[in-house]
């Protein structure tokens, strides 16, 4: 191993860092975003993909297990993660994944092979400078012609001020001999600084930004992210510059939505681009400065493959497209009058309006299949069926209506967006859980409690979830999943709630089975049950 990389072993072997799943750096995500700006990509369904810094492959196996015709390889440092991820490997019986225990800076980019899509998440920013290099020249090395590469990083001028804080954590706790002593005097730093800062400063607004996130955040995270020796964040048009010098070229970012100015403020984006014109790197850097951006989430592809690149949808794309969305009217029930409605799509903060009840309409056929998803031609199906009589338009118009909906929903973030669809959905008389999510629930050993949903996101199993969703194969009804709860509670493998009743089993088991239910609803982990 090289002398730089053994501090950085040593940390991780100490204390892991918790691995799960990346909605945006799945395989399913790159393809769609290259495929929006005119660059087409490996069949996602019999990729090969290979992940840089895979922990213990919380992030990589759920791929593995989605695809069973693809080839999945990850790589990392530490030998404590890497026999974990093994671990889980051998209890889930999959044979398309393996897990290298490798230093960077030693691998042999000949002896991995060539991938379509590679992911390097959580690695750049918190290793030295050469391993850093080490990072870019595996990517131009191993990314197939066609390849997609992610690469997340923190970034100024964001970190500017979360510098302030780290530095002082790192100055009362960084000489500890422990991780966990680390954390502890680092947290009660910040505690000093909460209660003497001078309100008003620089100092403050820092501690105020990054308290949240230390005081309640996992202990590996705030370890790994702000006491770990090596924390270097850059300049985005920096990143871009030494990607450049590896022979690769900008795509974009796994969240489009975050390349648009237009979706911070209609005055910025007239002014940078007036200013900028279609220098897209100079746009985002410049709008990384109004936002204060602390984190990136880019794509990369060889430099040779830039020529092509489009960053504007073509519609004829967005037609082959499946989208997502969660939308509501902020009024309550849609309307077909005519009328102005806002829609949201929670958590995001965005909005989009809507008069034409056609409109409406397909904004509710993507409401009615959520968290599952539905095609452009699906939509405005839907939408001239149901559009009504009193503003009731052509279909030309319509078509034309609805290819605006998909751009705004898809460039402001608010819909998700697949080459294929996405087969969740809501919960059915005998609710089935997609097999692979089964089968990363019955391999789950404490302390981990994540599962990957099919949009590639992390989902955390309570105890009622690792009970019974083993058993969801649509063999059980919602009855039969109560009567497995009740008996269950009765010989103790089910914990009762603290204010539950002793004598009270069925009501509880009811009550809990509900409420999972609702839960489950929009996991994006149950399905149609087989031959529907």
């Avoid at 695809?67 to 490997?89: C, F, H, L």
């Avoid at 980019?109 to 920013?125: M, P, R, T």
């Avoid at 100055?171 to 502890?184: I, S």
């Avoid at 006491?227 to 969240?255: I, K, M, S």
């Amino acid at each position: 191993m090289n002398p730089v990389n053994q501090d950085t072993r040593a940390r991780y072997d100490d204390m892991p860092y918790s691995s799960y799943a990346y909605q945006y750096s799945a395989p399913e995500q790159l393809a769609a975003v290259a495929s929006l700006f005119g660059l087409p990509s490996g069949q996602v369904s019999t990729a090969r993909v290979l992940e840089l810094g895979c922990g213990s492959g919380g992030n990589l196996i759920p791929i593995a297990l989605r695809y069973p015709q693809a080839r999945v390889v990850g790589v990392d440092i530490s030998g404590v993660q890497i026999a974990e991820g093994k671990a889980s490997i051998d209890r889930l019986g999959i044979g398309n994944a393996s897990l290298i225990e490798a230093d960077l800076l030693d691998l042999d980019a000949d002896s991995l092979g060539e991938f379509d899509y590679i992911i390097a998440h959580g690695v750049y920013s918190w290793v030295p400078a050469e391993v850093q290099d080490a990072v870019l020249r595996l990517i131009a090395r191993c990314l197939a012609a066609d390849g997609v590469a992610y690469v997340s990083y923190n970034t100024y001028p964001g970190w500017k001020t979360k510098e302030i804080v780290r530095d002082a954590m790192l100055m009362h706790g960084g000489a500890r001999p422990t991780v966990d002593e680390q954390v502890g005097y680092g947290r009660s730093m910040l505690n000093f600084l909460k209660q003497t800062a001078l309100p008003g400063g620089l100092t403050a607004a820092a501690v105020d930004e990054c308290m949240p996130s230390i005081m309640n955040g996992p202990t590996d995270y705030v370890a790994h992210e702000y006491l770990a020796p090596n924390n270097r964040p850059c300049y985005f048009h920096e990143f871009v510059e030494r990607t450049g010098r590896h022979g690769l070229a900008y795509l974009g970012e796994a969240q489009p939505s975050t390349m648009l100015p237009s979706n911070y403020s209609q005055e910025l984006s007239q002014q940078l681009y007036g200013a900028l014109g279609g220098d897209q790197v100079r746009v985002e850097q410049y709008l990384d400065f109004a936002v204060s951006r602390v984190f990136r989430q880019t794509l990369l592809v060889h430099a040779k493959r830039a020529e092509d690149l489009r960053w504007e949808l073509d519609r004829a794309t967005l037609h082959r497209m499946h989208f997502a969305a969660n939308l509501s009217a902020t009024d309550g029930p849609i309307r077909l009058d005519g009328q102005h409605q806002e829609f949201v799509a929670l958590p995001n903060t965005a909005s989009i309006g809507a008069s034409l009840s056609g409109i409406k309409q397909a904004i509710d056929a993507l409401a009615r299949a959520w968290p599952g998803t539905v095609t452009r031609d699906d939509m405005l199906r839907h939408a001239m069926l149901t559009q009504g009589d009193k503003d009731a338009v052509s279909p030309e118009i319509l078509s034309e209506a609805v290819d605006e909906l998909c751009e705004r929903l898809t460039l402001r973030g608010m819909a998700q967006v697949r080459l294929a669809a996405v087969e969740a959905t809501g919960v059915g008389d005998r609710p089935v859980v997609d097999p692979a999510v089964r089968r990363q629930v019955v391999a789950l050993v404490p302390p981990r409690r994540h599962v990957a949903n099919l949009w590639h996101d992390s989902i955390e199993m309570g105890d009622i979830d690792r009970l019974l969703i083993p058993l969801m194969d649509g063999s059980l009804d919602r009855d039969g999943l109560v009567a497995a709860a009740a008996a269950a509670l009765r010989e103790g493998r089910l914990p009762a709630l603290p204010q539950a009743a002793a004598d009270d089993t069925e009501s509880q088991a009811e009550a809990r089975v509900a409420e999972m239910l609702q839960r489950l609803a929009g996991a994006a982990i149950l399905v149609r049950p087989a031959g529907q």
